[in-house]
């Protein structure tokens, strides 16, 4: 199998991991979404169709961030994203295809044994990855909270609902695109340190890689420039590392940033 149909399976692998998480997580969303509001409404008092002007309301709002993380909580936000990360660990199998591959392109035969550092590292990562998904649900709350406090006695509970609608829809959009970025780094992460066992031992810059991945719509023209001159010119590691994607440090690992569906793929080594 060729590294190109091998990459492709990997990135069907991806959507499939990602689509998945996204739907689940629409679910997940407008569940807790229906909750928070129907607790606000149970303990908010109204008059006119506004938040009246009360302590006790007043109390209410300062928890509305509260109310929102608990209700995510409740509707499998955090054990979505958990069986989310650990999906990641299926990029291993992808790995060790793609450098099949190589070898057989290479005619030398490339093998990776991961130590127990790497495997902290890659433990490390998705723990990363928990964390910010997570705070996703903080940062949607802490901005449902400040629309919130500015309610009383002026917003009518319908607009408060519609705030909080919007903002959930956000954490959706939010979640998504650091999903999408978080697996194909930790990808890239276990790429990067398998091919540096391999580069052990050998003179510096005697391996070259190639940047390879879909070329369409969606392919930004940091990553148009990078498929193009590596496809005559290859680049060491060296050369890749100070490159500029404007968006996420060390390209090795990032790409092109945000959403980068592309790799890095030994393409040389003298």
Same mark, same amino acid.
């Given at each position: 199998?060729?590294?190109?149909?091998?990459?492709?399976?990997?990135?069907?692998?991806?959507?499939?991991?990602? /689509?998945?998480?996204?739907?689940?997580?629409?679910?997940?969303?407008?569940?807790?979404?229906?909750?928070?509001?129907?607790?606000?409404?149970?303990?908010?008092?109204?008059?006119?169709?506004?938040?009246?002007?009360?302590?006790?309301?007043?109390?209410?709002? +300062?928890?509305?961030?509260?109310?929102?993380?608990?209700?995510?909580?409740?509707?499998?936000?955090?054990?979505?994203?958990?069986?989310?990360?650990?999906?990641?660990?299926?990029?291993?199998?992808?790995?060790?295809?793609?450098?099949?591959?190589?070898?057989?392109?290479? =005619?030398?035969?490339?093998?990776?044994?991961?130590?127990?550092?790497?495997?902290?590292?890659?433990?490390?990562?998705?723990?990363?990855?928990?964390?910010?998904?997570?705070?996703?649900?903080?940062?949607?709350?802490?901005?449902?909270?400040? =629309?919130?406090?500015?309610?009383?006695?002026?917003?009518?509970?319908?607009?408060?609902?519609?705030?909080?609608?919007?903002?959930?829809? +956000?954490?959706?959009?939010?979640? /998504?695109?650091?999903?999408?970025? /978080?697996?194909?780094?930790?990808?890239?992460?276990?790429?990067?340190?398998?091919?540096?066992?391999?580069?052990?031992?050998?003179?510096?810059?005697?391996? =070259?890689?190639?940047?390879?991945?879909?070329?369409?719509?969606?392919?930004?023209?940091?990553?148009? +420039?990078?498929?193009?001159?590596?496809? /005559?010119?290859?680049?060491?590691?060296?050369?890749?590392?100070?490159?500029?994607?404007?968006?996420?440090?060390?390209?090795?690992?990032?790409?092109?940033?945000?959403?980068?569906?592309?790799?890095?793929?030994?393409?040389?080594?003298?």
């Amino acid at each position: 199998m060729s590294v190109r149909e091998v990459l492709d399976q990997h990135g069907s692998f991806i959507d499939s991991l990602v /689509s998945w998480y996204e739907a689940e997580l629409r679910d997940v969303v407008a569940s807790a979404q229906a909750r928070t509001l129907a607790d606000l409404q149970l303990r908010l008092q109204i008059s006119n169709g506004k938040i009246a002007r009360t302590a006790a309301n007043q109390r209410v709002l +300062r928890q509305v961030d509260d109310f929102l993380a608990a209700a995510m909580e409740r509707a499998g936000f955090y054990q979505l994203t958990d069986e989310f990360v650990r999906g990641f660990n299926g990029h291993f199998q992808y790995f060790e295809r793609v450098l099949d591959a190589i070898s057989e392109n290479l =005619k030398t035969p490339l093998k990776v044994q991961f130590s127990k550092s790497d495997t902290a590292l890659f433990e490390s990562q998705q723990l990363s990855t928990l964390e910010s998904l997570s705070a996703v649900v903080d940062t949607v709350a802490a901005a449902a909270k400040k =629309k919130a406090l500015f309610s009383v006695g002026a917003l009518p509970f319908t607009d408060l609902a519609e705030h909080i609608a919007t903002t959930f829809g +956000r954490s959706v959009g939010e979640a /998504s695109t650091l999903a999408e970025t /978080s697996t194909t780094m930790f990808y890239r992460t276990i790429s990067d340190r398998g091919f540096q066992q391999i580069e052990a031992g050998l003179p510096k810059g005697a391996i =070259k890689y190639r940047f390879e991945g879909p070329r369409d719509k969606l392919t930004r023209p940091f990553c148009k +420039r990078l498929l193009t001159r590596t496809r /005559s010119e290859p680049l060491t590691r060296a050369q890749i590392e100070v490159l500029d994607n404007g968006q996420l440090p060390n390209p090795f690992v990032s790409g092109g940033g945000f959403l980068c569906r592309h790799n890095w793929i030994i393409a040389a080594i003298r």
